[in-house]
């Protein structure tokens, strides 16, 4: 039997930053036929107080890498924060597909059990185990991220719908 955890957690990463590479693609083919800065979609926010499209997707494929590796018992791979362009937009999601499909379904083996710690942006450590993980903490702030991507450009008038953000299954 398939782990639980690998098949709750690997398929749906790939599944949804497929989407995400798909949104990024019309984003960009949007900009070119629009004649317009691509800063004004790549820098475009819902409210002054959340981060940019370009951080939404960073923050989207960190939780993908960082949630998969953690489960998965190994390390997640260091990604730099510096992309500045739908292209290079593109090339961070091809990374972190090829990390988390390269990961072996092995290393899921007891991941729901398994100690997660976490230093989320305080100076107290978070403790769960690998399934209140995955279900209450990567998965939910993960599609939080790839939900807000496709949202500041569907409010900036890309024409995206649901099946863009779905992706292929």
């Not at 990604?79 to 990961?103: K, M, W």
Request: hydrophobic share 45%; no cysteine; proline share 4%.
């Amino acid at each position: 039997m398939t782990n639980a955890v690998y098949i709750s957690s690997i398929p749906v990463f790939k599944q949804m930053l497929g989407g995400l590479k798909v949104v990024l693609a019309k984003a960009q083919a949007h900009v070119l036929d629009k004649k317009l800065d691509p800063n004004a979609l790549l820098q475009a926010r819902l409210y002054p107080d959340m981060f940019a499209l370009l951080r939404q997707v960073q923050v989207a494929s960190d939780f993908a890498k960082g949630v998969a590796a953690r489960l998965g018992g190994v390390e997640p791979p260091k990604l730099e924060d510096n992309e500045l362009t739908f292209d290079e937009l593109q090339a961070r999601i091809d990374t972190v597909l090829a990390f988390i499909t390269g990961l072996d379904a092995a290393g899921f083996e007891g991941a729901a059990t398994r100690e997660i710690v976490l230093q989320a942006g305080t100076p107290k450590e978070k403790r769960m185990n690998g399934q209140d993980y995955l279900l209450h903490y990567g998965l939910p702030h993960f599609f939080f991220h790839t939900t807000t991507v496709y949202a500041i450009l569907r409010h900036n008038g890309v024409e995206v719908g649901k099946k863009d953000y779905v992706g292929s299954f």
